[in-house]
């Protein structure tokens, strides 16, 4: 897997806190917040040390997989021809007190889903939604750990897929294949993955119990 250069959309809590992971992974962090980088050139050298304030245009176009990480309702404001043909992480959740009313969100099934309309030549991915910014650090392990957490990645695009998935162990967790980008509904806000701490095994069998009777399982692409 060539991923090298990891690009984050959001400079805040979950921004800063993938960042983090990610330099420890040994990955390229660019960081890009909603205006002029000289604006959180400071607060990224005391929250992610070693990462690079770029502009959002800057991220997307150097980064090999592309991190969502801005509140839901600024969906509108990512720029669909700069994520064209791109891998794109979605972190983001709905939650009406910070996102307010979101009428859109009833013509979807997920909220990527939602998010993919507006971007729709991005090769999205499901993941990172379900686990607390602080917990990324708090709960990483290496492989192999007899008590690493499991998260789920669901995607459309298996080259996608795959790239999510070995960002998500190299982060240090162990990344279940969740299927089709749809499945995401699986680990939304209000879930019990969404709620709860899983093991690959726990993981699975909430997927499993969600998805039963969709038949959606299978991968696609
Ligand atoms: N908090 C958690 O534990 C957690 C866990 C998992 C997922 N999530 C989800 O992750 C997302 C981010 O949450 P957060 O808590 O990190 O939010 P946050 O602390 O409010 O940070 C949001 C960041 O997004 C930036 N932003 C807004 N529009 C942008 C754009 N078009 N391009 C680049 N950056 C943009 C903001 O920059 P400006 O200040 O310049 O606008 C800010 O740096 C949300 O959707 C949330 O639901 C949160």
Redesign the pocket.
Known sequence: MSTKTIGI???????TGVARQALKAGYRVLI????DPKKIDLIISVMAPGATAVT?EEAMAQADLVVL????H?FR??DPAALAGKHVLD???F?HDTNGDMPELEDASSSSEMVLTHIPEAHMAKS??H???HELELDARPAGAADRRALAVAADYDETRAMVLEFVERLGFDAVDAGLLTNGTAFEPGTPIFTGSYDTAGLESELDAHLAGRGELTAAA
């Open positions: 959309l959001g400079a805040g809590k979950v921004g890009a917040a909603s205006g959002a990480s801005v509140p839901l600024k404001t990512l972190t983001m959740n939650w990172l939604n686990i607390g910014y």
